[in-house]
């Protein structure tokens, strides 16, 4: 009887597979247009058009707040922006990380967890970004989402650690690096009000995988009680 083939490498969850396709789709798209490529003349607009109407505004978020309305069309902005992204180089370094920290968590929860990270990380960046920056006032890019994942990551890395006897806060190197490259770059090449909206999804990410992960609102509901 013949054996089934067993892939070494374990396949991608769908779902980030589906926002990997998602994202790298429309900034080809972008990307091609703004290279005369497709579309017509007024295709090299197209990413500046899409900025305007689907990245997420500062000033519209606090002109929301004020007048007490909520449009609809402003509302998405909170998830829409992260679809949008200033060039290719932007789009690509959120693909790739994506794929990473997707594939991880994915290992582990479920893939309508792995979306709701995403989501919720998206969601806090982004109110973040509207409450404390003002000088910046355009948020676009996945990476608030990414964070989450990364958020994410690292609950999952710490609890392995801590399991095992190990030093719980070696799961916070990644986060630490990554902080510390932006932290260089804004030094060298001026500051990026960005780097509040991928904190706030890292924690947003990392809060949630506490109750997403397998068995993990029994444990909070468990030690709540005890508490």
């Known amino acids: 009887m013949q054996q089934p083939i067993i892939s070494p490498v374990n396949p991608l969850p769908p779902i980030v597979t589906a926002l990997f396709l998602a994202i790298m789709g429309i900034e080809a798209v972008f990307s091609l247009g703004q290279a005369g490529l497709v579309g017509n003349p007024q295709a090299v607009g197209w990413r500046v058009s899409a900025i305007q109407d689907y990245g997420f505004s500062t000033d519209i978020y606090r002109w929301m707040l004020e007048q007490g309305g909520y449009p609809p069309e402003h509302v998405m902005r909170f998830l829409t922006y992260a ?13 790739v990380m994506l794929l990473a920290m997707g594939k ?25 970004h509207g409450t404390f920056v003002t000088g910046q006032p355009w948020l ?50 001026g500051a990026d009000a960005t780097w509040l909206a991928d904190l706030t999804g890292f924690f947003a990410g990392f809060a949630a995988t506490i109750v997403l992960v397998p068995g993990g609102w029994a444990r909070l509901r468990a030690r709540l009680r005890h508490d």
């Open 140 to 189: 676009v890019g996945g990476f608030p989402g990414v964070y989450g994942l990364i958020g994410a990551f690292t609950y999952l890395l710490y609890v392995r650690l801590v399991s095992s006897g190990s030093n719980g806060a070696r799961a916070f190197a990644l986060i630490g690096f990554l902080m510390g490259i932006k932290l260089v770059f804004g030094l060298l090449f």
């Open 83 to 95: 679809f949008v992204h200033g060039s290719f180089t932007h789009a690509l370094f959120v693909g």
């Open 104 to 128: 991880f968590v994915g290992e582990v929860l479920a893939q309508w967890a792995v979306l709701a990270v995403f989501v919720l990380g998206t969601l806090a960046g982004a109110l973040a």
